[in-house]
């Protein structure tokens, strides 16, 4: 094989690796992620939401059916109020739980919603009052850590 030849094989190795890397990057980011259709926003107040952020995805059983548009901090009651835009082809119950929880190696977080058996729908500008905070793993360990301090010696 000439020079030629090798260094345009070593390039396209080269330019693919970076193709490769690229779309990693930006499927970690969430931005390949497809549009939703016509959608309807909602809120739910949160203690904790760790490392939620915007454009995280919102599913339910394991599909994408949102996604979180915006995180704010209320001063009145010191809670994360995160909106929620849910695609219309998805009523959900107004009895609804949205939990946060983390998949993937990398940790993303995501909002799930548990649908409830109300009769009532959610509508625009309505908020998820059953939440559950984000899993903090510092906190898990302290708890844990205290807790075992607190036990008396075995005799």
């Known amino acids: ?41 909602v809120t739910a107040n949160y203690e904790n939401i760790g490392g939620l952020k915007p454009r995280a995805p919102v599913k339910s059983s394991g599909v994408v059916v949102g996604r979180v548009d915006n ?20 009523p959900f119950p107004k009895d609804t739980f949205a939990n946060i929880y983390t998949s993937g190696l990398l940790g993303e977080q995501y909002i799930s919603l548990e649908a409830g058996g109300d009769d009532n729908f959610l509508k625009e500008g309505d908020r998820i009052s059953k ?14 850590l205290y807790n075992k301090a607190s036990e008396e010696p075995k005799k």
């Open 131 to 144: 939440t559950q905070d984000a899993v903090v793993l510092e906190k898990l360990i302290s708890q844990f």
């Open 1 to 41: 094989m000439d020079k030629t030849t090798l260094d345009i094989w070593v390039g396209l190795f080269v330019a693919i690796g970076i193709a490769a890397l690229m779309g990693l990057a930006m499927k970690v980011g969430n931005l390949t992620s497809n549009t939703l259709g016509e959608t309807y926003l």
């Open 71 to 90: 995180i704010k901090f209320d001063t009145k009651v010191y809670q994360a109020v995160v909106s929620l835009k849910i695609d219309k082809r998805y």
